[in-house]
């Protein structure tokens, strides 16, 4: 009998400690640590750092809605996403799959006010598209620095996800400098990680940080997993807008070859004097390419460009990326037991 009742009242006890309102013998009030006024100021804080953010860049947040098919066709369908306003003069910036096999497109603002918009420009392989409309004056947001962040910093998601306008999502940065690979198959580097909450319909809104400024692009989440969601970083988006609304495409270097990973031995190391476990194999060449005017052969092992060791066909693409068509480069390549040298141009992809 005295034990159930010593087990209700260490119940009663915790339920007042956890409430906030437990007097001891002395009759002096014992605050749970989560009662505390700092607590309470740092919520505070959290709660008007997320207000003032949302306040700020809500605006410039867009639904799209897009049509795919023709009126008539049975196979007609509708697709949402969110955008961001980066331009007052109705520069909108949003993901490529959000857009992707469509020129029916429809952003609607948080005012109420909708427009049809045109297709600037899209880049499968980053996942980014600029469309615009005809207004002008619009709400638009800061663009901020995604090199600067940190891991587990303020991060805030604003969208559209399943068709519910404006929702907000925060949580932190859970890891930078992830690869994603995007649907064109190309890698996207320095990737965002983060745990806010993303769900269909967040893909192109803005990922945020704690000042209102845009940090990211969102365009993923891992279905079978929970906390785990990536966004494009906002200076990868800085870039390829430049591009698109300069030249309608992002000019990339291309050299016209096919390469496989093929591991190397101790004594080829050796041999080379190259550190590296890893060298890109050319196994097909295009005729008439850049690498094939070059003397570029099937076979050859390109072990650097341009003395930044090369292993896989992703390490490829990440120089050529940076690397302006039209400037001439060097390629190392092992060949019949020596090393050489090779002159390329690359052209444009």
Known sequence: MNSNRNASEKFETLIRRLSGEYHDNSGKRDVHPLQGRGDEELLDAYSRAVTNVVERVGPAVAAIRIVKGNAGDE????????????????????????????????????????????ITGIDPPTDIAVVRVSANDLPSAELGDSDALRAGQLAIAIGNPLGFQNTVSAGVVSALGRALRSRSGR??????????????????????DSRGRVIGINTAMIFSAQG????????????????????????RAFLGVAVQGRSITRRFQLHTKKNTNIAAEVVSIDAGGPAAEAGVRVGDLIL??????IETIDDLHKYLAKHPPGKALTLTIFRKNELVDTRVIPGEA
């Open 75 to 118: 196979l007609k369908s509708e697709g949402a996403g969110s955008g961001i306003i980066i331009a007052p003069d109705g520069f909108i910036l949003t993901n490529h799959h959000v857009i992707e096999n469509t020129s029916d497109v429809e952003v609607l603002l948080v005012d109420g006010r909708s427009f049809k918009a045109q």
């Open 187 to 208: 890698l996207i580097e320095n990737v965002i990680q983060t745990d806010v909450a993303l769900n269909p319909g967040n893909s192109g809104g803005p990922l945020v």
């Open 228 to 251: 785990i969601s990536f966004s494009i970083p906002i200076n990868t988006a800085k870039w390829v807008v430049g591009e698109l609304v300069t030249h309608g495409r992002v000019r």
């Open 304 to 309: 650097a460009i341009e003395d930044q060791k």
